[in-house]
């Protein structure tokens, strides 16, 4: 399976390296699968004005395409005034109205505190939903009391991060079986 790992903001650190961690650790322990770390800070993007995805050019094109041709997509975001930030929100604009159909969708989320526990429930589901993708339902919630300089400093933390890529990949793997079966009724 290719597997996308997004780091949904161009500022702060923590986001950052949860979503290294999760990239390293799919490398290191499912590595039948491709992997590809999309940090946006490391990118030049153009915002979304409603053209076919195909039709951006540079880092814009290469991202939108990159996830198009995801089947598991692990979407890391910070949380910023009780927001995820504009440049994910960007991403998540470039890509049609069924550009996560088929495509198993999990999250990790950075906040400050524990009070931004539900921004990921009343703002990034509901866009996820919308570009039809399958969501694993429960996410990972990271506080900033859970790093320590650049690393993930709580073990439960690597633990919830580990089950999520699990979960994903057993999902991925129930939805392609699926969509095999359903394939077979057509006898063609």
Known sequence: MNIVVIAGS???SKTRTAARY???YVKSHHAEH???????????LEFSDGRNYLDYSGDTG????????????LV????????????????FDLLP??????KVVGMFITAGSQRHN??????????????????VETYVFIEDRDFQGSEIANDDVHFRLQR???????????????????DEQYGF
């Open 97 to 102: 109205t069924d550009g996560l159909r088929d």
């Open 164 to 182: 999520l890529i699990d979960d994903a990949l057993t999902l991925a793997t129930v939805y392609e079986r699926v969509r095999e079966l359903q």
């Open 118 to 135: 539900l921004i990921p429930e009343i703002q990034l589901k509901p866009i996820l939903s919308y570009l039809k993708a399958h969501i």
């Open 10 to 12: 161009v500022a702060g």
């Open 34 to 44: 491709e992997t590809t770390l999309v940090d946006l800070a490391e990118y030049s």
């Open 22 to 24: 999760t990239a390293d």
């Open 76 to 91: 890391g975001s910070p949380i910023y005034q009780a927001s995820i930030p504009g440049a994910l929100k960007n991403v």
């Open 62 to 73: 290469r991202i939108a395409q990159t996830l198009m041709a995801a089947d598991i997509v």
